[in-house]
């Protein structure tokens, strides 16, 4: 269980190794906090509360000198246990946190968030609690339940079918599980769905307003820029290790969707 949920006053975990089966839950005391997420900056402050649903896509965490949060990580495995049975509102939630990870609460939000908080704190240190689990499981489903309010009043909700709830969720599984590094094509994932590419996409506009391929070229350069940011692997490797078909394919991925040749990216 203590693998489970681990909480830390300070970010400074974000986008680790070790945060990768995490899913990051924080709330912002003081202070401010910048982040580079999906390619974007973001901006922490007091008040605000943050959910990152892919540490892989953290590129930079700065927090002000004043900065003071407290971050719950929880890992996916437990999370996927507290999630309430058909309440799909979760899919919408975690997509367009893919976009924008920063709520900001109004006054009775912040209070509330700050109670399920330490609620879930307190009933983590509380082992000798005969139904332990079952306990902290009530409260991590609490905060994950106003999380979804939260996230309702401030970008409306949106109810997805059972059925493309599920596929939505198996993509981004999929994803998060490193099929990105072998398969770009919209076609391979929605085979392994067992839909049409068309319905895929349409899926994901309908509820992030990107289409199939963006999320996949999305992680799919995260991977490409962590990899080159590793100088003791040479651009060959790292095609070898994405699957790419050549280096030279490698290279117009790059400057095609960043901008630059990976050697100019590197310096």
Request: hydrophobic fraction near 40%; charge should be neutral; include cysteine.
């Amino acid at each position: 269980m203590t693998e489970d949920i681990i909480i830390k006053d300070t970010l400074e975990q974000l986008g680790t190794e070790a945060a990768h089966r995490y899913i990051a839950h924080v709330y912002c005391y003081e202070g401010t906090c910048e982040l580079l997420f999906n390619d974007n900056c973001f901006r922490l402050e007091a008040g605000d509360c943050m959910i990152i649903v892919s540490n892989k896509l953290v590129e930079s965490v700065t927090p002000s000198a004043d900065f003071r949060c407290k971050l719950i990580h929880i890992k996916d495995t437990f999370l996927d246990m507290c999630t309430p049975e058909g309440n799909n509102y979760y899919v919408t939630g975690v997509m367009s946190l893919f976009l924008n990870p920063v709520m900001k609460l109004a006054p009775e939000e912040q209070t509330q968030c700050r109670a399920d908080f330490e609620e879930v704190e307190r009933r983590l240190h509380r082992t000798a609690h005969h139904f332990y689990q079952e306990v902290l499981m009530s409260c991590v489903r609490t905060l994950f339940l106003d999380f979804y309010d939260f996230h309702a009043r401030i970008y409306g909700y949106v109810d997805v079918p059972v059925q493309g709830a599920q596929v939505l969720s198996r993509f981004f599984s999929l994803l998060e599980g490193g099929a990105y590094r072998t398969h770009r094509e919209v076609a391979y994932y929605a085979s392994v769905l067992c839909v049409v590419p068309k319905y895929l996409s349409e899926l994901c506009i309908k509820f992030s307003g990107v289409p199939a391929n963006y999320w996949i070229r999305r992680f799919t350069l995260q991977e490409i820029k962590r990899l080159l940011k590793d100088k003791s692997l040479t651009i060959v490797q790292i095609a070898d290790r994405l699957h790419f078909s050549s280096p030279a394919y490698l290279n117009r991925y790059v400057h095609k969707y960043l901008g630059m040749s990976p050697m100019n990216y590197r310096r």
